[in-house]
């Protein structure tokens, strides 16, 4: 008699194993940084070549907020030039080319008005922020 796992079925193992090989094989990959507006623009940094600005949303009592719209773009730009939308934990990450920049961060979500914070790069670095979302009034 053959001997399986009653949690996690063989067959279901299978399943799972050739799903990873079919990524494998196309180029599957996940990716839990925002995606580029405008690909092709500027090559992407190499893998040691990018500084991290990571944050999450707040409304103004200190709940996380999920599902806002965060942007980033160079304070010298006017467009967004990546987009994400906030997460379960109003958690959000971008990654930036490294060196010497300032980057405006914005989140916007309906029934609150929109709020922006800038951050400065210098090199290949991590910056955390914190952007607070304030109910908008009638």
Not at 40 to 47: L, T, Y
């Amino acid at each position: 008699m053959k001997k399986t796992n009653r949690h996690f079925p063989q067959s279901r193992t299978l399943l799972l194993l050739a799903t990873l090989l079919a990524g494998t094989l196309w180029g599957g990959s996940s990716n839990l940084c925002a995606k580029e507006k405008n690909p092709g623009k500027e090559k992407e940094p190499k893998s040691a070549d990018y500084a991290l600005i990571k944050g999450s949303v707040f409304r103004e009592d200190g709940f996380s907020v999920r599902g806002a719209r965060v942007s980033c773009r160079r304070a010298s730009d006017a467009k967004p030039r990546w987009e994400t939308v906030s997460g379960d934990g109003g958690e959000f990450a971008f990654r930036v080319p490294a060196g010497k920049m300032q980057y405006l961060i914005t989140a916007e979500l309906g029934g609150f008005q929109s709020a922006s914070k800038t951050v400065d790069i210098a090199k290949d670095e991590r910056q955390d922020i914190s952007i607070v979302l304030n109910t908008r009034k009638p």
